[in-house]
């Protein structure tokens, strides 16, 4: 069971990148896909989470217009992308993807997500 994320890099403000995460070994179509996000000397958020059989989203405020989650349903394919625009250098921090057990009628930022990537890093200079 792996979560592979990629697509960090180094940006400036104003600038784009796209995460992806694509996992292998197991079946997450009933599952929660999110990304959190740390900067140093910060605690982990949840940036933005999306339900994997709906399609419904959940995304932090403060990203809001800026960044949209959205997930490959290709046959046997199971990605999920981070659409980040507009950055700016308070997006810095290492960026990780996580999948948790569905819970039916569970907001998306109240799951427990126990299975984790590796993080990438994302910098946004002024």
């Known amino acids: 069971v792996q979560l592979q994320a990629s697509g960090g890099g180094l940006v400036q403000a104003g600038g784009s990148l796209r995460l992806s995460c694509t996992a292998s070994?197991?079946?997450?179509?009933?599952?929660?896909m999110g990304w959190f996000r740390q900067a140093p000397g910060k605690e982990r958020e949840l940036v933005s989470g999306i339900r994997w059989n709906r399609g419904s989203t959940y995304t932090l405020d403060s990203v809001k217009g800026r960044f949209t989650i959205s997930r490959d349903t290709a046959e046997n394919t199971v990605t999920v992308f981070l659409q980040m625009n507009s950055l700016n250098p308070e997006d810095t921090a290492v960026y990780y993807c996580a999948a948790g057990k569905e819970r039916l009628g569970l907001a998306i930022r109240s799951h427990s997500f126990n299975v984790w990537g590796q993080g990438t890093q994302v910098t946004v200079s002024s």
């Open positions: 070994g197991r079946t997450y179509r009933n599952y929660v």
